[in-house]
């Protein structure tokens, strides 16, 4: 199982509207990525481990794919409509980062 991870650094006086991107970008990306997505998640930061201070990242967006291959191969036909649409939710640079999904020993028990 491989994760795509899209984090949004808490950057000083940026824009991130999260109306349209919950109501509009995140569902454009899972009709687009179609059936190739596993499961997807949305976090809003809301704080970091010390009381008070500020959340180190605004959103953090998580979708699931059974490989790289099956996530490049959804992306693919999208790669140019999904990115054009950042600019209408914010001016922040997203990092990206893909990742094998390992669980520990007592997930791994569960399942």
């Known amino acids: 199982m491989i994760r795509v991870t899209v984090l949004y650094p808490n950057t000083p006086g940026a824009r991130f509207d ?3 991107y919950l109501n509009t970008h995140i569902p454009l990306a899972l009709r687009r990525l ?3 997505v596993k499961g997807s998640a949305v976090d809003q930061g809301v704080g ?4 008070g201070s500020p959340a180190p990242y ?3 967006a998580q979708f699931l794919f059974d490989s ?3 996530l490049q191969q959804a992306f693919g036909p999208h790669a140019d409509e999904l990115p054009g649409d950042v600019p209408n939710y914010t ?13 520990s020993g007592a997930e ?3 399942t």
Do not use: N
Request: hydrophobic share 55%; glycine share 10%.
């Open 91 to 103: 001016d922040i640079q997203a990092v990206f980062q893909i990742s094998e999904v390992k669980l």
């Open 48 to 51: 970091g481990l010390q009381p």
């Open 58 to 60: 605004v959103a953090i």
């Open 18 to 20: 999260w109306a349209y």
């Open 108 to 110: 791994a028990a569960r």
């Open 68 to 70: 790289v291959d099956a």
């Open 34 to 36: 179609g059936g190739a």
